[in-house]
């Protein structure tokens, strides 16, 4: 079944730096990467996703890139403010249609 | 927006005693999936259900069971809690017949099994 690795655990960054987070997936037969926000003591919610027939995907301060040969994609977030500070989680979504997330990443954006 | 409702926010329970967690859904969504959430592990699919009266096998089914008698609703059962079936619980739901669907979750339901 589909496996999703996910780095790093903790991020931690200046405001107003970028910040990077990437996964890697097993099951070549992925073809959607969605990714959640999850604030403390808060639901997770979806932030951005991607389909495997594009290669990137922005919106506004954060982007997604995702490359299927290599079976990995990566979550961009630019100017970061204190209010990005969440645990992050990567998904890929497997050929029974289950969505198999990534252990997740506490991001700390230091003001 | 979907809203998904977890009846208890927290529970304390003892060993050996059958649990059931509630998740009910407001907007006639078929999907619905239960995962638990543990530090360092992320979120793992325990069980999930594309329609009524059906049911999946997730990634750890084990010491678990479910129900989906009505659509609005999946509940989660533990038979005989252990102690690390400690966790935090969340049920999610999502529009549509299989597919890359929006996830919406619930509050969560954290219990403790002493």
């Known amino acids: 079944g589909e496996n999703v690795e996910q780095h790093p655990s903790t991020l931690s960054v200046q405001e107003g730096d970028s910040a990077v987070i990437k996964c890697t997936y097993s099951d070549s037969a992925s073809n959607y990467f969605p990714w959640y926000k999850q604030e403390l003591g808060k639901r997770p919610q979806l932030i951005i996703d991607i389909r495997s027939n594009v290669g990137e995907k922005k919106d506004q301060r954060i982007a997604v890139t995702l490359n299927k040969t290599a079976k990995h994609f990566s979550l961009h977030i630019t100017e970061t403010q204190p209010e990005d500070s969440a645990v992050y989680f990567c998904a890929a979504m497997d050929s029974s249609y289950k969505l198999i997330f990534g252990s997740g990443t506490r991001l700390l954006v230091r003001p | 927006d979907v809203k998904v409702t977890q009846s208890s926010r927290y529970l304390v329970k003892r060993t050996g005693e059958k649990v059931f967690l509630e998740c009910v859904q407001d907007m006639d969504h078929e999907n619905m999936f239960w995962y638990r959430q543990d530090p360092g592990l992320g979120l793992r699919l325990i069980y999930f259900s594309y329609d009524v009266k059906m049911k999946e096998k997730g990634d750890i089914p084990e010491g678990y069971s479910v129900s989906r008698e009505k659509k609005e609703r999946f509940s989660l059962i533990l038979e005989s809690a252990s102690t690390n079936q400690t966790s935090m619980y969340l049920c999610?739901?999502?529009?549509?017949?299989?597919?890359?669907?929006?996830?919406?979750f619930g509050a969560g339901s954290r219990l403790t099994v002493l």
């Open positions: 999610a739901a999502s529009r549509g017949v299989g597919g890359a669907n929006v996830l919406t």
